[in-house]
């Protein structure tokens, strides 16, 4: 597991239909973004992310979401100009799955309802598994409502494996091996 | 593709039905009314009314419909009644006028009310004045112009008309307070239908016949789309499944099941395409009431749910019953138990039938031989014109004996959601399959079975609930921080509704929470247990809810870390 993770350098994305997002690492400064963010999704979207009914984001945990811890958690968000400087149409983070593997990571994807069917949660998912790979995990698990069709798709295209649906419950395991991590990048071209 | 099943079916049913025989339900109908005119259609408290009565006012109310209220063809109609004589009438008269019918359950409280009224922009309500209160605090927000209310005795015999609506509003007093300004009586919107001339609407299949509403996973109730196609359809093929044994225009069906459920509504269609007589039962709860329709019914047929078999059989006078030409017992809606389907063939000798569908598929599709000795464990095998099969979670068809999700084809599933496309790309794809979310298997010889719901849906007496429409109005209480509801075995029931609830006030009572819930919810979604936690419910490390270990009878500790919210 490396110590010290890596910095990301901010992306843009051109998506399907032309518009355009900035990719970048979350910062504590997102907190009222990403409040905004979750205000915004329908209770059909905050019962895919969460798998219950969620009223409200509590401060503590708005807290820790934009701060994960460095090393174990990571979380993209995908920002364009909005009236309060940016707004946040999309995200995607990992978090440890258990404290005690250090192995596997859970992710979960979040995209506003106006900026689906464009890509953009595929960018945010591949984009996760690169950053978990470097960050040293062996695998990346989620769970995905058994119903949530766009979202086990798009599991399937990047080679998760969804698990049957286990009796009594509305969720499916979605589980990805990561390969190791690629060897370190050549030295520079030594001058001529 | 291949189709095992059909070496199943008994013999007389056929492997396809014809659904070109008719250009609409609404013809269907009054083929049925012309064919046994004078013949006994529906019963209801003692009084019978036939075919001919019964074509006669639905093409008053009709006409009233499109002459006097001014509707146009394709507008909704809620209809918001029990089984009374006034459902068969008004139901049929929506039809005739070429408008659609939204099933709306007379138990709705006004949150409930407004969702279904809102979203299927009904124009006009019939709604018994025992419920008119619920329509009285709503109505004001809704698209709703036309209100037609109607007591109950209002289509019986001048003096029993008078005795029972005098009885139910001031000896059992089940009317509370209501005004509704504009409001018309039924009756006189039928006397003043039959002095104007109705207009008839030609209706092929693609047209409307019902937005009949279903629960979601997230909570929302949607607006399944029937078309007259897919009703002419079900009903044909119900219709053939129960053919061999039963005799046009000899029948009698009880129906103690409300007509606003779309199972008890296309059963009763199909016994009415065949002349049969059906004898409502408004309030299957009043036991002493129903075994006294059972008496003076000498039915042949019954349509229930496995809790209603089961009170029956349990019901003091059960035994005087004279089932001596009981020849089907059908149930739906719900899994039968087989306690219930063992003690019902030994008390009655006739087997209980279990069929299979969802409202998507209007809504039988796959159902028991009618003629198996005993009760299967088994859902059956498809209806003719339908074709079923198991699905893996890419959407592959699977091998026999594989468990995967039951996806369903045939002239009789839905168009889609009433205005949510997608919803509709969700469980219906472009090659017509409609994916149930139900798990389930099926052998080598096309029987199907269930065994899994894909859906965290709860069934409580044949009705569906969805966890998160009930999350929801917990939460809505000051009081509570979490909640989360889940389904638990009850024998009478089937399924009880759990509510798993953490705190924020500590002195939120049980009792509290529960009359918060009967507010917002009608009786059979209000949580019939509720357990409270001090800890957290448990989540994953990133925030989502482990349904499973909420069943555990041990709260389960949240993972040390606080999960990690999202945008």
Known sequence: MASKPAPYRPRRLVLRDGREVTLRAITESDAPAIQRAFDRLSADSRYQRFLHHKKQLSPAALERGVHPLPGQAFAFVATVPGPGGIDIVGAAQYVRAAEDDATTCEFAITVAEDWRGIGLARQLLASLLRRARRDGYAAMEGLVLAENAPMLALARKLKFVVEPSSPDSSAVRVLRMLAPPPPPAPAARAQT | MDRPWLAQYPAGVPAQI?????????????????????????????????????????????????KVARLQR?????LMLPNLLQYPVALFGILRAGLVVVN???????????????????????V???????????????????????????????????????V???????????????????????????????????????????????????????????????????VLQVAAWIGPGMKDGA??????????????????????????????????????????????????????????????????????????????????????????????????????????????????????????????????????????????????????????EIALRGPQVMKGYWNRPEDTAQVLRADGWLRTGDMGTMDEHGSFRLTDRKKDMIVVSGFKVFPNEIEDVLAMHPGVLEAAVIGVA???????????????????????????????????????????????LPKTNIGKILRRELRDAVPEMAASTAPVEPA
């Open chain 2, 18 to 66: 014809d659904a070109d025989a008719y250009a609409s339900l609404k013809d269907m109908l009054a083929a049925s009314c012309a064919r046994f005119a004078e013949l006994p259609a529906y019963s209801s408290m003692g009084t019978a009314m036939s075919f001919r009565q019964l074509d006669e006012a639905s093409r008053a109310f009709a006409a009233w419909l499109q």
């Open chain 2, 74 to 78: 394709g507008d909704r109609v809620a």
């Open chain 2, 104 to 126: 709306v359950n007379p138990l709705y409280t006004a949150r409930e009310l407004t969702h279904q009224l809102h979203d299927s922009g009904a124009a006009a309500i019939v």
């Open chain 2, 128 to 166: 018994l004045e025992n419920f008119a209160h619920t329509l009285a605090q709503v109505i004001e927000s809704t698209p709703v112009r036309t209100v037609v209310t109607t007591q109950v005795g209002d289509l019986l015999p001048p003096f029993r008309r008078v005795l029972t609506n005098a």
């Open chain 2, 168 to 234: 139910v509003k001031h000896v059992k007093k089940l009317v509370p307070a209501w005004r509704l300004d504009a409001a018309v009586d039924f009756r006189q919107a039928l006397a003043a239908g039959r002095a104007r001339t109705f207009d008839e609407v030609m209706l092929g299949h693609d047209d409307l016949a019902f937005l009949q509403y279903t629960g979601g996973t997230t909570g929302v109730a949607k607006g399944a789309m029937l078309s007259h196609g897919n009703m002419v359809a079900n």
């Open chain 2, 251 to 404: 029948e009698t069906l009880v129906i103690p099941l409300p007509l606003y459920h779309v199972f008890a509504l296309t059963g009763a269609l199909s016994f009415f395409n065949t002349g049969t007589q059906t004898v409502l039962v408004a309030n299957p709860r009043d036991m002493p009431a129903f075994i006294q329709a059972l008496k003076g019914s000498r039915l042949s047929a019954i349509i229930g749910v496995n809790t209603l078999f089961r009170a029956l059989l349990d019901a003091p006078g059960f035994a005087e019953v004279d089932l001596s030409r009981l020849k089907l017992a059908v149930a739906g809606g719900m899994a039968v138990q087989q306690a219930v389907a063992q003690r019902w063939k030994r008390a009655t000798g006739v087997p209980l039938v279990e069929g299979y569908g969802l409202t998507e598929s209007a809504p039988v599709a796959i159902a028991n031989p009618v003629d198996i000795p005993e009760w299967s464990g088994g859902i059956g095998v498809p209806l003719p014109s339908t074709e079923a099969a198991i699905l893996d979670s890419a959407g592959q068809p699977l091998p026999p004996g594989e468990v995967g």
């Open chain 2, 490 to 536: 009850d024998e009478r029931a089937g399924e009880a509704v759990k509510a798993v609830v953490v705190r924020k006030d500590p002195a939120l009572t049980e009792a509290d929470l529960l009359a918060h819930c009967k507010l917002h919810l009608t009786g059979y979604k209000v949580p019939r247990l509720v357990e409270f936690r001090t800890e957290p």
